[in-house]
């Protein structure tokens, strides 16, 4: 009988369970798979390493990978690297959040309760919407799920996404509308914004809602309040894809019509990791509350007429019948919403201002040096905020390898995601940028072109 360090049963152990089965070998409980399927080799896997060999190894394999302190990075798309306030991490770190889970008993979870309703209040505020929810697995769930409250709400069963809308999250849009027979329908760009023209002709009573993001996904920004107003003249909902640090200079997209706004929460005090785990925000008007995907906590009082937290709304399948819950998402992002919540609060709407203005200024500055330099030219003249498209005259892919090898993550390029784009790159443009940085890519650029 084989023994296997990393099962805790021992031989004896094993045997007493081979006993009372009546069976005197373990390959005996597989003998309902047919012999034909079954493997009949060893797995094809390197052998045992040692501790040291194995760390060696791990080492060795991490080295490979660059991190932004070797690097410096216009890369966006989705994932941005802003500065995370030593106070976020000495927050979340405390064991009262840290190990919490879901906060079933209000008497026991009042300090996380509480952290969740001024989550909650804070990214209304942010949004401009009545109420949001805590919370979503990341941005393109939220989509997925908003979409899906578009439908359910109108009983539609069309959605209009603009094609200036993240590719990937079109990608997960499409998989949620596919698994409830929603039909979803791209609508085209000019000039780097959703094609108004367009979207009209394409508005009728089936359309459940239009979906677009603002700052797109070419940075530019969207005309919000014409998009609503098509939108809602047809009956239909408009749902707002937004980046939260934007809204620290742009009007929240509720002042402009948006019925429901969602957003990856990553850039509120969440690094980026490698992808995730990340915050997916999801806030709405009133009139939506009881359609929203996962829970919602409130605020209300004891018998002693004490503030207490409760969790008012959670309409998912673990508390109702499967059918008629909302959403399959079963948890919240307690741990990253925490992140968030501490980071709004310690910069406050003047900190979120700056930020937002340090973001847009130099994303300006690079936009305007980069023009200078012959072959590159801006593909859009819609104003944007921090990550703009230029366009080379030649495949991007070449350049921004020359580049990575020069110490420089030149944006992502776009020709993987639309026709006609191999010379185009997606820049991005934080305040983690100085003057110098970008001053030296754009002479180095410039010599490779």
């Not at 804070?122 to 919370?135: F, K, P, Y």
Request: glycine residues 8%; charged residues 20%; proline residues 4%.
């Amino acid at each position: 009988m084989k023994t296997f360090s990393y099962i805790p049963h021992t031989g004896s152990d094993r045997q007493k369970m081979l006993d009372f089965l009546a069976l005197t070998d373990v390959s005996q409980l597989f003998e309902d798979i047919p012999d034909a399927i079954r493997m009949k080799r060893e797995l094809d896997l390197p052998a045992a390493m040692s501790e040291v060999e194995l760390t060696r190894h791990m080492r060795n394999l991490a080295n490979r990978n660059l991190d932004f302190g070797q690097v410096v990075s216009f890369l966006g798309a989705g994932s941005y690297e802003h500065y995370q306030p030593s106070a976020v991490d000495a927050i979340i770190g405390r064991s009262e959040f840290y190990t919490s889970y879901t906060p079933y008993q209000p008497e026991i979870s009042q300090g996380m309760l509480q952290a969740i309703f001024e989550y909650q209040t804070m990214i209304s505020e942010l949004t401009g919407m009545d109420l949001a929810n805590a919370s979503m697995y990341d941005g393109p769930t939220a989509l997925g799920e908003a979409g899906m409250v578009c439908c359910a709400h109108t009983r539609r069963n069309k959605l209009l996404v603009a094609s200036t809308m993240h590719p990937e999250y079109r990608a997960v849009l499409a998989t949620y509308a596919f698994g409830q027979s929603v039909e979803v329908v791209e609508v085209g760009h000019a000039d780097g914004v959703l094609d108004l023209q367009a979207l009209k002709s394409q508005l009728d009573s089936s359309v459940a809602g239009v979906l677009v993001q603002y700052p797109n996904f070419f940075g530019s920004i969207e005309d919000l309040e014409a998009i609503g107003q098509l939108a809602h003249d047809a009956g239909a909902l408009m749902a707002v894809n937004t980046y939260p640090i934007s809204l620290g200079l742009l009007k929240p997209p509720g002042e402009l019509g948006a019925d429901i706004v969602i957003a990856e929460g990553q850039s509120l005090g969440n690094s980026m990791s490698f992808g995730g785990p990340y915050l997916g925000i999801m806030a709405a008007k009133k009139d939506l509350m009881r359609r929203l995907p996962g829970r919602i906590v409130g605020q209300t009082t004891d018998h002693e007429g004490r503030r207490g937290f409760v969790l008012t709304l959670q309409a998912r399948e673990q508390h109702i019948r499967r059918e008629k819950a909302t959403s399959n998402i079963c948890s919240n992002q307690a741990l990253n919403a925490l992140a968030a919540t501490v980071f709004l609060s310690y910069l406050g709407r003047e900190g979120m201002r700056e930020l937002a203005s340090q973001n847009y200024h130099k994303a300006h500055y690079l936009a305007e040096r980069l023009s200078a330099v012959k072959g590159v030219r801006l593909a859009f003249a819609s104003p944007f905020f921090n990550e703009f498209v230029v366009r080379l005259g030649k495949p991007a892919a070449p350049v921004q390898e020359q580049l990575l090898a020069k110490g420089y993550l030149f944006g992502l390029g776009l020709g993987r995601f639309y026709m006609g784009m191999d010379d185009a790159v997606l820049l991005n443009v934080t305040e983690m940028r100085t003057r110098e940085e970008m001053d030296a890519m754009v002479a180095d650029l410039e010599a490779i072109l």
